[in-house]
């Protein structure tokens, strides 16, 4: 792993190097960049593929106490990202967390040369679902988060409805979700970043507003959405590719909101084909 200072405090990322067009895969609450580890296996070989752990609770080192990590202060992060490590013409690729939206209507997107949004965070559908609903009232008690994810201790709990079981078809492995809860376990100052974004959503109308700016996003775009998804409504995929000029819908069959769990291999010959779509061969 590498590490980048940000004005919020260091980011950790992968970087799996080479000449390819850069992939920068973001991953959602409560997770680290190993949610992208079974699509990169499939798009190392032509790609570069960067995928940072953003400061959504599965990160390991507490950002500063002043930071902004509100839903556009992420997104603020991640175009610090982009501009520090100086890449250029991104395909910038998302699950679960919503952040193309704001990244856009607050301007940030000139190094994004095409976008591919995955079963996420849309509209005003901020947080998501029932998942979503339970975590925002947990962070708004004192001590709520730290009970919240103490009871993901015991694994029973993790395919609740109300957990991840709407999120994930199949269980993601045991020692994935060990990895992604253990800072939320053991760091007081992780929950309070985490506590920042869940509490740091705008008003509705804010929301919806970032949405219709995406009507000026004038690249290439990709929305993959799951089918059968509980959580991130398979509506709003497909008001998402019809406000995008160029986008493209696809839909996946058999999959939650964690696509990169439970089709990972279709994903990545998704993001493949879009990627390579146009280049010469």
């Not at 949610?35 to 599965?58: A, K, Y």
């Not at 007081?188 to 970043?193: G, P, Q, T």
Request: contains cysteine; hydrophobic residues 45%.
């Amino acid at each position: 792993m590498s590490e980048v200072e940000l004005s919020a405090g260091v980011i950790t990322y992968e970087d799996t190097g080479g000449d390819g067009p850069v992939v920068v895969l973001l991953h959602g609450v409560a997770m680290d960049g190993s949610l992208w580890r079974n699509v990169v296996d499939g798009l190392r070989t032509g790609f570069r593929c960067v995928v940072p752990t953003l400061p959504l609770g599965g990160h390991r080192r507490p950002m500063r106490p002043d930071a902004d990590l509100s839903v556009l202060g992420v997104a603020r992060l991640v175009a610090e990202f982009l501009e520090v490590l100086d890449l250029q013409d991104v395909t910038l690729v998302m699950n679960d967390w919503g952040g193309a939206q704001s990244l856009v209507a607050d301007g940030r997107d000139q190094r994004i040369g095409k976008l591919v949004i995955t079963s996420c965070e849309a509209f005003d559908n901020y947080p998501p679902g029932l998942p979503g609903s339970n975590l925002h009232a947990s962070a708004k008690v004192p001590g709520g988060l730290r009970l919240a994810f103490a009871l993901l201790k015991l694994k029973p709990m993790r395919r609740l409805p109300m957990t991840w079981g709407r999120m994930c078809k199949r269980p993601v492995p045991h020692e994935v979700m060990d990895a992604w809860f253990r800072p939320l376990w053991t760091s007081a100052e992780i929950r309070r970043d985490l506590r920042k974004y869940v509490l740091g959503v705008p008003p509705k109308a804010e929301l919806l507003r970032w949405a219709e700016k995406l009507r000026d996003f004038d690249r290439p775009a990709l929305v993959v959405w799951a089918a059968e998804d509980k959580v991130m409504p398979p509506e709003h995929g497909r008001r998402l590719a019809a406000l995008l000029p160029q986008g493209q819908l696809v839909e996946v069959a058999d999959s939650y909101t964690l696509i990169p769990e439970d089709q990972p291999a279709v994903l990545a010959a998704h993001i493949s084909a879009f990627l390579l779509k146009g280049r010469p061969a």
